[in-house]
């Protein structure tokens, strides 16, 4: 399927319940993309935008009590409508508050995926690791194990961010070489993956999830490949902006010939 | 009135109760214009700010029960200071939650000015349109009966935003003809004219608020076009930033030459 | 010290209780410096990131009675941990709500660092201003003496910041003198010099508080008049995306050899 093509085409309405700091990087980037955004927390409009939108986005960056019963609201909403659900655990091994947050999420809510660096979803998976605070941290890990595991633990298609992305779905794990250093130093460029990991599924009507996720993640990363060539690897600033510009000029093909994909 | 010229030099104090997407492209926006923006939602400092600010802008973006009661307390304190208050309904047609909370502000506020897009206005208007989230939809509607029964109902002037701008103040309606497509491409593109609306607002001391919501409208429309000349349709990143860049050059006789503005 | 160094050696994680409008903002520009941002309000987690990180940055620009609570528990905690602790007091002289806000954090928390403009430390002096909102404002005043004045009344170092930055330790005065007038043009530019001191303050280990002040503010003014060489003074859009770039490039050589910093 042309996953782009079909974004741009249905244009799909976004549900975003995300953290104050990338709401509008993450809503540019979706119209950017094709999608529409609507961000909302709540509690009196999340069952309403369950049956008006074609995906929900939940992500933990800077959560609170009120924001988490909505994720709850929303999140049960969007599985009676079976709309699909994706999780962004953003720095869920730095305090107790977000592991519980991001357990009794996955103990009400049944996610069509999760997507977090190598930190969030080490955690996931109690894998001995470094995270440090809302980034990826260091340590070793088989990543092909902790995907596969944290997938089917949750039964759902699981990525894990980084130099290689991995994707699985619990039985397959597909690696992404399409890495571009300079993405952690994007504040947000993780959630706003997650949320076009949520257009990607919006369009996605045969529940290949993990197509869908795997072509998501190689699109954003293509898309970061290409704003490398023009700038250097110091320019921050610039990337975020042109990352909005790349994706507002990327398409299916291009996606197809660049990306680095390899199914084991 | 030189309007633009009158915010460099009175640099009026606008207050902004507006959503987190939004507050930062906000803020930029109307300091290269040359007023200042407060960004708060709360209760405790409403009434104070009321009396410190020359103009007051309501935007439910992303709405809570908090904020709500924020706003209203903010409305109330503002019309008994007489200044200006601008309503910005975003998404007031995606759910029950919106509709009734811009009822109760229109119920309780007097506001001088309400700016959307079409799916805002239409909902506003009770006219059929099939608005998407916070986007404009689509539909046909017969906009400068639409424009005036609004305003007519709350007396005051509305402005409707899209390709052709409509503004009345339920008498007149005036068409602007300086749309650029790229706009809804920028989330809080809308959101930012409403504060420039209520900068132009701020200097206006003879009550022509048409006049105000016009060249408030007309100069945002020429700064995007200006803006589109040296970029191409799909550089969304870069319009965001330049559009700061030219706010800060525009001046009222560049407005006055390039704006094409019917007075019907 | 080289702290530039330092901190990209370290990668400080610094805890930022912050206002919606900058929230963005400060999190690039501290990964830009090369430290790691985390943002976070919410009352459950302040005890846990207090242990996790290098050092805390309170923020009031958009204060609520919740994020108050947690800034008491964060600062507290911090307190305890020994980590230093930076206020950003913005627009306290705006609302009595912000003024009884910040006195009631000078009073339940030790700051190792105030940092604000002209009107927000006149505030703190008890010095006739005319401070605007969030902004500056202007009038006259012996800032030698107000910086002092603040210091020893709080027991900590202040930085005012301007065309002329003061920085005190209430003892000695160090001024700065490169000052851009196109950050006040910038929202959220103050805002991120404040956590830019948090993250000079994490790697200080000797407590020469005065030092990673004046280091860190002279880092910063640098870096603006750097972006500035090659920009016209109002592309206000372009310095804020540049001033991440070259906050990623800046290094310790650079500051020494252009900061004009004066030892009274």
């Given amino acids: 399927m042309n996953y782009i093509a079909e974004i741009r085409q249905q244009n799909p309405l976004i549900h975003n319940i995300t953290n ?3 709401a509008n990087y993450s809503a540019n980037g979706l119209l950017a993309l094709g999608a529409s955004p609507i961000m909302s927390s709540a509690p009196e409009e999340m069952e309403h935008l369950a049956q008006l939108c074609q995906a929900l986005v939940i992500n933990i960056g800077t959560l609170n009590v009120a924001q988490v019963e909505a994720m709850l ?3 049960k909403a969007a599985n009676k409508n079976g709309i699909p659900v994706v999780l962004d655990p953003v720095g869920v091994g730095a305090t107790p508050f977000r592991r519980q ?3 009794r999420l996955l103990d009400n809510i049944q996610f069509s995926a999760i997507r977090g660096n190598a930190g969030e979803i080490a955690t996931l998976a109690n894998v001995d690791w470094q995270a440090k605070g809302v980034d990826a941290g260091e340590g070793k890990a088989d990543w092909h194990t902790v995907a596969k595991t944290v997938a089917n633990a949750n039964g759902c298609v699981v990525s894990i961010s980084g130099e290689v992305d991995y994707v699985s779905d619990g039985k397959q794990v ?3 070489h399409n890495g571009t250093p300079i993405f952690p130093k994007i504040t947000g460029s993780g959630c706003l993956l997650s949320a076009v990991c949520g257009a990607f599924l919006a369009v996605e009507k045969t529940s290949q999830n993990l197509t869908a996720l795997v072509r998501a993640c190689t699109a954003y990363a293509v898309a ?6 023009g700038i250097s690897s110091t320019q921050t600033g610039q990337f975020a902006i042109q990352l909005l510009d790349q994706l507002a000029i990327l398409d299916d093909e291009t996606v197809e010939q660049y ?3 390899n199914y084991v």
Avoid at 224 to 229: A, C, H, N
Wanted: aromatic share 0%; proline share 0%.
């Fill in 224 to 229: 970061g490949e290409r704003v490398m060539q």
């Fill in 73 to 75: 609201i929303a999140g």
């Fill in 101 to 103: 947050t991001v357990q």
């Fill in 259 to 261: 990306g680095r994909v």
């Fill in 174 to 176: 597909v690696t992404i």
């Fill in 20 to 22: 104050m700091v990338v």
